[in-house]
């Protein structure tokens, strides 16, 4: 206790950690789970939309389906290289799960992981065609400015460093994905195919907020390396949602 509790107390008072040196096994245990969850994430939801990239109606669509695949996996393997410095197998990461893999349609998982990976739970589910994967997309990546923005803050100063760096790319995959809503939803066919989707989808990514109440918010909240409760982040997706389908008619 008394090698941990001056870390954690100058953690509390926002202080940050920069060399893998400084950290205590607790803090390295939750620091690495945090960023396994990301680039595992990022990894699957590349290789799931990969396979949409076909589905694309037009050659923009494909292009800018072809973008996020391409930042995606750039993005996890920025966050891989610091995982790196603290001893993981980067080598043989990135093809040690079969990422692309994912449950039945119907499956009912809650935010349970599943398998040997820590992707977000909402990564296990398939997408089905073009406007399926729009709409998952949209609600994903209004969710993950969302997290992104709350990991930007975390305690680890070089992690939080490259959060920041990719912030903007990840902004832009919800924009090219709103820009593909909007123009899916222009058709009576289009609008009812989406609002479907959008049934799905909705109650799958707010799951991957966690629970309100969460006990290991606390202990990550103690460590630095979380800042703003789930409920409070899950609010903010709930009412960016709401707006971003009633400006497009889709509530």
């Given at each position: 206790m008394s090698d941990t509790m001056p870390i954690e107390e100058y953690l509390l008072k926002g202080g940050v950690l920069t060399s893998p040196d400084n950290v205590t096994p607790r803090y390295r245990g939750e620091l690495l789970r945090l960023m396994a969850s990301f680039v595992d994430s990022e990894l699957a939801g590349a290789a799931g939309f990969a396979d949409t990239i076909n589905d694309a109606p037009g050659i923009k669509e494909r292009i800018a389906s072809a973008k996020i695949v391409l930042e995606k996996t750039d993005h996890a393997g920025r966050v891989l290289e610091i995982m790196g410095s603290f001893g993981a197998d980067t080598g043989r990461y990135a093809v040690h799960h079969p990422w692309d893999a994912r449950l039945e349609r119907?499956?009912?998982?809650?935010?349970?992981?599943?398998?040997?990976?820590?992707?977000?739970?909402?990564?296990?589910?398939?997408?089905?065609?073009?406007?399926?994967?729009?709409?998952?997309?949209?609600?994903?990546?209004?969710?993950?400015?969302?997290?992104?923005?709350?990991?930007?803050?975390?305690?680890?100063?070089?992690?939080?460093?490259?959060?920041?760096?990719?912030?903007?790319?990840?902004?832009?995959?919800?924009?090219?994905?709103?820009?593909?809503?909007?123009?899916?939803?222009?058709?009576?066919?289009?609008?009812?195919?989406?609002?479907?989707?959008?049934?799905?989808?909705?109650?799958?990514?707010?799951?991957?907020?966690?629970?309100?109440?969460?006990?290991?918010?606390?202990?990550?909240?103690?460590?630095?390396?979380r800042h703003t409760p789930n409920e409070t982040l899950l609010s903010e997706w709930q009412a960016t949602v709401d707006a971003q389908l009633a400006a497009r008619n889709l509530n």
């Open positions: 119907d499956a009912d998982i809650g935010a349970a992981r599943q398998g040997g990976d820590m992707r977000l739970s909402v990564f296990h589910y398939p997408l089905h065609g073009w406007i399926d994967a729009v709409v998952m997309n949209v609600l994903m990546g209004i969710a993950s400015t969302i997290q992104l923005r709350e990991l930007a803050r975390v305690s680890y100063q070089p992690l939080a460093e490259v959060f920041r760096a990719i912030l903007p790319s990840e902004a832009h995959h919800t924009e090219l994905g709103i820009e593909g809503l909007k123009k899916i939803a222009e058709t009576e066919d289009g609008a009812t195919a989406a609002r479907k989707a959008i049934a799905y989808w909705r109650p799958r990514v707010a799951a991957s907020f966690g629970l309100s109440g969460s006990a290991r918010y606390e202990t990550l909240a103690r460590f630095g390396l």
